[in-house]
């Protein structure tokens, strides 16, 4: 079955640049979307169709996706962006999220 | 602005049904697909399936038996139905505004714009 896989945890230093990756078998070839999720929050989608921001999501917020990996990188990180990060793609109509990467900004 | 809410009770019983309503306020249903996506304590995300207003679905194939959701569009609400609990069914259940959009390669894919604030169901004996 199709697999998304995250690392488990990401440290940034304030006003660095983020990057959080996610794995898969020829994801390239599929649209990919990131949700961040803020401690005793739900989640809030901040990026889909691989790059595409929703409105009102800040421009640090990027993202990329090519042969095996996607990325979600975050420019200028803020203390405001710590939480969790889940990828998500579609394989055969089926709904697959990535295990999530917790972002600690320290 | 468009909230939703979901509602139902926050225990039920090993062998039993969890029923779940999502109400939608502030906008309209139609045009839109909606999901439901839970989250284990601790754990993480797990797609559960879709419905679009109009009443097509589309289910996770690892619960497809188990899993049952409609809308009633009057209501402006979706239902989830989940039968057979066990403890393993545990968690925050969320249901999500969902968008649809094409990719040439791979076919239809979705992405969830709206979630609301979930509902806790444990599961227990």
């Known amino acids: 079955s199709f697999e998304l896989t995250q690392p488990p945890s990401v440290s940034v230093s304030p006003g660095q640049t983020a990057s959080i990756t996610c794995s898969g078998d020829?994801?390239?070839?599929?649209?990919v979307s990131w949700y961040q999720q803020k401690s005793g929050q739900s989640p809030v989608l901040v990026i889909y169709q691989d790059g595409k921001r929703p409105s009102g999501i800040p421009e640090r917020f990027s993202g990329s996706n090519s042969g095996n990996t996607a990325t979600l990188t975050i420019s200028g990180t803020q203390a405001m962006d710590e939480g969790d990060y889940y990828c998500?793609?579609?394989?055969?109509?089926?709904?697959?999220f990535g295990g999530g990467t917790k972002l600690t900004v320290l | 602005q468009v909230q939703l809410q979901e509602s139902g009770p926050g225990l039920v019983k090993t062998s039993e049904t969890l029923s779940l309503t999502c109400t939608v306020s502030?906008?309209?249903?139609?045009?839109?697909?909606w999901s439901w996506i839970r989250q284990p304590p601790g754990k993480g995300l797990e797609w559960l399936g879709h419905i679009y207003y109009s009443g097509s679905t589309n289910y996770n194939p690892s619960l497809k038996s188990r899993v049952t959701l409609s809308v009633d569009t009057s209501k402006n609400q979706i239902a989830l139905n989940l039968t057979s609990v066990t403890a393993a069914d545990t968690a925050v259940y969320y249901c999500?505004?969902?968008?649809?959009?094409?990719?040439?390669?791979?076919?239809?894919?979705?992405?969830?714009?709206?979630w609301g604030r979930g509902a806790l169901v444990s599961v227990s004996s």
């Open positions: 999500a505004r969902t968008r649809e959009g094409y990719n040439w390669s791979t076919g239809s894919y979705w992405y969830f714009e709206l």
């Open positions: 020829r994801l390239g070839n599929k649209y």
């Open positions: 502030g906008g309209s249903m139609s045009y839109y697909y």
């Open positions: 998500q793609a579609w394989d055969s109509s089926t709904g697959v």
